[in-house]
């Protein structure tokens, strides 16, 4: 018992510890840069079993590279959330960039466990990162950047920025020119410029260091419209680099909003 506590201190170490629902709690380190060396291998250790559950498509491998100390330090913002003996049950990480003349967010990697996707704990751990990114600059628009094969989380943003013509690409819908720029800087910064289809935000081979996809099975949405265009456009390893726009008055006075609402 002793151990499993020492373990669980190591993990807060550098974090900003803020509780969350069902007894979890969120792990916060802005600027990652703070993450001491112990905390990283304790969440390497961790977190890897859990991403690959996750990403059934995945390795241990492919998860250890991507929680590497060289991958850490890319980041600007990780967002974790444990459970009560100090387990990571979710994820989600960012990086700061100015792309295509915005602010802009990138979302670099989000996930669950697989027995509680669908539970809220992903757009938890996304609002309070997404809130204190407005909040640095009220006046000026956010745009979060992220690649995906995945439906869900397609429409999750849509929800999320409340309004479905703030959220690009969307099927038969031209992306304007300012998209297109942020599309090619954030598409340049993953390597992967040859493979972006700016007219559509579609990247070819996406997740070719993993053949079969992310997933055995592409995750669903709740809208069957989203499912089929995702189906009909993307292969397994194909990505839409989506674009959502965020206006800082506006969607922290909808936060506030929700949070008076849900304590009625």
């Given at each position: ?175 304007p020119a300012r998209i297109q720029a942020i599309a090619r800087d954030a598409a340049a ?20 260091s993993t053949p079969g996809g992310l997933w055995r099975h592409r995750p669903r949405s ?43």
């Amino acid at each position: 018992m002793a151990d499993e506590q020492q373990s669980t201190d190591r993990l807060h170490l550098g974090a900003v510890v803020r509780p969350m629902r069902q007894g979890r709690q969120g792990l916060l380190w802005d600027p990652v840069s703070q993450m001491p060396p112990a905390a990283r291998e304790m969440l390497r250790e961790r977190i890897i079993p859990v991403a690959t559950a996750a990403f059934d498509g995945t390795t241990a491998d492919f998860w250890a590279q991507h929680w590497s100390d060289e991958q850490l330090d890319r980041l600007d913002v990780l967002h974790v959330a444990v459970d009560e003996t100090g387990t990571p049950v979710g994820w989600v990480s960012g990086r700061r960039a100015d792309w295509g003349g915005r602010r802009v967010l990138y979302a670099a990697s989000a996930g669950v466990a697989p027995d509680i996707q669908g539970g809220g704990v992903s757009a938890a751990l996304w609002r309070r990162v997404v809130e204190r990114e407005l909040r640095r600059a009220p006046l000026q628009p956010l745009f979060v950047v992220l690649r995906t094969g995945n439906p869900l989380v397609h429409d999750a943003w849509v929800a999320a920025a409340g309004d479905p013509r703030a959220v690009h690409p969307r099927p038969d819908t031209a992306v304007p020119a300012r998209i297109q720029a942020i599309a090619r800087d954030a598409a340049a910064y993953l390597g992967q410029a040859a493979e972006l289809d700016p007219r559509r935000l579609h990247i070819t081979d996406a997740y070719g260091s993993t053949p079969g996809g992310l997933w055995r099975h592409r995750p669903r949405s709740r809208d069957e419209q989203t499912n089929a265009w995702f189906d009909t456009t993307l292969r397994p390893t194909d990505a839409f680099l989506v674009v959502a726009r965020f206006h800082p008055l506006t969607q922290l006075w909808r936060s506030r909003a929700n949070r008076r609402r849900t304590k009625r």
